[in-house]
């Protein structure tokens, strides 16, 4: 006679993902000792070795009669952890991920920042040397550009305006200067001061004798 049993049906409407292995084995009087245990090797946590299998016991009829009931809310839990795990797996290597990633940008804005520490510091060190020797100008050129270490902006405007002082123009001052460098008068003229010469017209002099001259007037 020709049987038919839904054993298989109701192990395809299990909500599970993995892989269930059962192994059945006669006891004493007739009883069955049957194990139930779900793997899954897409599981990355190794605490899935931990979940013991399920354990039952009974007589054949006992089983066919409660088997599904008994194993159904717990393999669905396991099979549920286990997905819990992999996917706490996946986002804890994510994490470690980024983490690195975020440690290699750390790492890479470090050196990054020592390399431009380093070429400010020997732009400046140029600068200095330069300006021993009494190159001003050159010692000027050499102080870095703002925009390039706009952190030592300050540094920079206070370098430059040192420097520039030694070389550039004083405009306000230089009236004073001039005079200082200016040469004598006598060394002009050098019969200034002897009486029997006529010391040379100033242009205001020049200036009030054609006003005074009729025949400039015409």
């Known amino acids: 006679m020709e049987t038919t049993t839904n054993f298989f049906n109701q192990i395809a409407q299990l909500q599970i993902i993995g892989d269930l292995h059962i192994t059945i084995a006669k006891g004493a009087e007739d009883r069955l000792i049957v194990l139930v245990m779900l793997q899954n090797e897409t599981c990355g946590d190794s ?3 931990s979940i013991p299998p399920l354990n039952l016991r009974g007589t054949a009829e006992e089983l066919d009669s409660g088997f599904f009931e008994n194993i159904t809310t717990p393999i669905e839990s396991a099979s549920g952890l286990m997905v819990d795990m992999e996917g706490y797996m996946k986002q804890l290597e994510d994490t470690k991920k980024q983490s690195a990633m975020e440690k290699e940008k750390d790492d890479k804005q470090k050196k990054e ?3 431009k520490d380093k070429k400010f510091s020997e732009a ?5 040397e330069l300006e021993k020797d009494g190159k001003f100008r050159e010692a000027w050129i050499k102080v870095p550009e703002i925009h390039e270490f706009p952190f030592k902006a ?3 405007r206070r370098r430059k305006s040192e420097l ?4 550039a123009p004083d405009l306000f001052g230089s009236t004073t200067e001039t005079a200082k460098h200016e040469p004598p008068r006598e060394a002009l003229f050098p019969d200034y001061g002897n009486a029997n010469v006529q010391e040379p017209e100033t242009d205001e002099e020049e200036t009030e004798y054609w006003e005074d001259d009729p025949e400039a007037e015409k």
């Open 47 to 49: 605490a899935k070795h």
């Open 164 to 167: 520039s002082a030694q070389f």
């Open 113 to 115: 920042q020592e390399a």
């Open 154 to 156: 300050d540094e920079i």
């Open 124 to 128: 400046m060190a140029k600068a200095d």
